[in-house]
């Protein structure tokens, strides 16, 4: 992966929780390229290298993809679900970053293949802390497959 590839696509339509995010990522300093949707169509464009993306390399995928639910246009579990339906992107870490504690979102989510489920913390430095768990966890522990 070269230095100008996307680390992490943050999907999120909130203004100040994508504000939040942010600043708790560039707080943390664990990432350097961090490439924002704020709506479903918009992510599945960059992931797939459709629309105003077109020009992107489907190899130089992100890292992780930090997914809201509750979007306009497409929402998170049909992302989700397009994702992971598609053997090019498949095995693409997503963690579900979302204010819905519902049982059932978080039972689809997992149905739906994705790895890890966290409800936003309202406070700060709690929502900071996550971001860093997050950062440190998926950029410097995870090892992914290697590109066939």
Not at 2 to 11: M, Q
Request: proline letters at 6%; aromatic letters at 6%; one cysteine or more.
């Amino acid at each position: 992966m070269y230095s100008d590839a996307v680390e992490i696509l943050l999907v999120e339509d909130n203004p100040s929780d994508l504000e939040v995010a942010l600043r708790a990522l560039k707080e943390q300093n664990l990432c350097n390229n961090v490439q924002v949707a704020r709506d479903g169509e918009e992510a599945l464009d960059f992931i797939f290298c459709q629309g105003p993306y077109a020009n992107r390399r489907l190899d130089e995928l992100p890292r992780v993809i930090l997914l809201d639910l509750k979007l306009p246009l497409i929402d998170g579990l049909e992302v989700l679900r397009r994702i992971r339906a598609d053997p090019r992107t498949r095995h693409v870490p997503v963690v579900v970053l979302t204010s819905s504690t519902e049982e059932r979102d978080v039972v689809e989510s997992y149905a739906l293949g994705v790895n890890s489920y966290i409800a936003k913390p309202v406070d700060f430095d709690q929502f900071k802390d996550a971001m860093h768990t997050i950062g440190l966890y998926w950029l410097l522990l995870n090892r992914p497959p290697a590109k066939a």
